[in-house]
């Protein structure tokens, strides 16, 4: 699809104008709240409800937004589709090759998206520092940014936002595999902790949404014809969770993945195996009940919800969905917090889902929530794979077997009439 048919001034978003409810993102009959499970932690004094005053009365939908159709006259014909098909096929990786055919601008282009981009966010949330000392960044299980580096006496590693910028570790070879760049943007202010008070203002709010969409804006004018959108920060996991369990009516205790002394991958891996895992999980639990009370007082707005329990950068990211969808760009998707911003951006604008592409299924050992977010933006993944639920590796990876499958049926359609030919 050409970039030319969009405005190049990107339309600013007035959050106290957005959509109060989705009926799409809610199940249809949504679950009684269910008595506290006997796992939960202690029940702690329950946390004061948002002011009235600081609460916006909940508006009519934003003018303007609208997403395109899914150009499906872009996907190759039955007949067109034995010319891409390989000797022996490509299975699932052929499926997936062919979906993204949509995606393209023309219909003569290659199966292969050109110049995918990882777009990641990293801020900071107090939440972090009371709750998660464990939770999951985004990093390798070994390379808590708390422990030396192997080299350099009293170093300390960089952290993983650091890391994916420079190319650097596991990061780097992933972006390389995958043929893909990565671009990292700061955000602030610090998130305050969500368990007390309210995360940002609305207007800090609306300001890492412009941010979002200036960032997708930019990666699509630079050529990206695909993205990944993901957070890199301690305690997003949190604030994510504390919004999807709102969303989908999910008790906190599902809504937080029970990590175990061994645990080495998935959204319950720790940086330190040996942490108090048990008591970080209690502690999330607890931030996450109480986030989702004070929740429950507010507007039900997809602004609102980033206000009172989000963070800048889980509002960055929305705002890069949002734009992506509104340009006709698809964005992988890898986890929690990933599913959650998908959401709201169909809540700014519906129908944006149809641009917002999970990487893969949630592992065995995910929080029911993943899953329950998944199902609600359409239960469909680009793979049917298990591909981990921690940030951008789920997405490289899926990106990179489908890229190679799609090089691999456009040199087969190219040799097709040659090979015909010669019969």
């Not at 989705?22 to 029940?43: L, M």
């Not at 929740?295 to 980033?306: F, G, K, N, V």
């Not at 929305?318 to 959650?340: E, S, Y």
Request: aromatic letters at 2%; one cysteine or more.
């Amino acid at each position: 699809m050409s970039t030319e048919s969009h405005p190049s001034e990107p339309e600013r978003i007035d959050p106290a104008t957005v959509p109060a409810t989705d009926p799409a993102s809610v199940p249809a009959s949504g679950p009684a709240p269910a008595p506290a499970s006997p796992a939960a932690p202690a029940a702690a004094p329950a946390p004061a409800p948002p002011s009235p005053a600081a609460a916006p009365a909940p508006a009519p939908a934003a003018a303007g937004l609208t997403v395109p159709a899914l150009r499906t006259e872009l996907l190759p014909s039955p007949s067109e589709q034995v010319r891409f098909t390989p000797p022996g096929g490509l299975g699932e990786l052929q499926l997936a090759a062919l979906a993204l055919a949509a995606y393209r601008r023309q219909p003569s282009d290659p199966l292969a998206l050109p110049q995918p981009t990882a777009v990641v966010f990293a801020g900071e949330h107090a939440i972090a520092e009371s709750v998660c000392r464990n939770e999951p960044t985004g990093e390798p299980p070994d390379q808590s940014t708390d422990q030396p580096a192997a080299t350099g006496a009293g170093a300390r590693r960089p952290t993983p936002a650091a890391e994916i910028a420079s190319g650097a570790g596991p990061w780097g070879v992933a972006l390389a595999a995958a043929g893909a760049t990565a671009v990292v943007h700061q955000v602030g202010p610090k998130a305050a902790a969500i368990d007390r008070q309210d995360a940002l203002t609305l207007d800090e709010v609306a300001a890492a949404l412009q941010l979002g969409r200036d960032a997708a804006d930019a990666a699509i004018d630079a050529g990206a014809h695909i993205l990944i959108g993901a957070v890199c920060a301690p305690g997003a996991a949190i604030a994510a969770a504390a919004i999807g369990s709102h969303l989908t009516g999910l008790e906190p205790v599902d809504a937080v993945a029970v990590a175990g002394p061994n645990a080495t991958a998935g959204p319950a891996a720790t940086a330190d195996p040996a942490a108090d895992w048990r008591g970080s999980w209690s502690r999330q639990v607890a931030a996450v009940r109480d986030a989702r009370y004070r929740l429950s007082c507010d507007s039900p707005d997809a602004a609102s919800l980033l206000r009172v329990a989000g963070g800048a950068d889980l509002a960055a990211l929305t705002g890069l969905l949002l734009q992506a969808a509104l340009r006709g760009v698809p964005v992988l998707l890898d986890d929690v917090p990933g599913l959650v911003a998908a959401l709201l951006a169909r809540r700014f604008a519906p129908g944006a889902e149809r641009f917002l592409l999970p990487a893969g299924r949630p592992p065995a050992s995910a929080s029911r929530l993943q899953q329950r977010l998944l199902d609600l933006l359409d239960g469909s993944a680009l793979l049917p794979w298990d591909l981990g639920a921690g940030p951008l590796f789920g997405s490289l990876a899926a990106l990179g077997a489908v890229t190679v499958a799609a090089h691999t049926m456009d040199a087969t359609a190219m040799s097709a009439p040659a090979a015909t030919g010669g019969q």
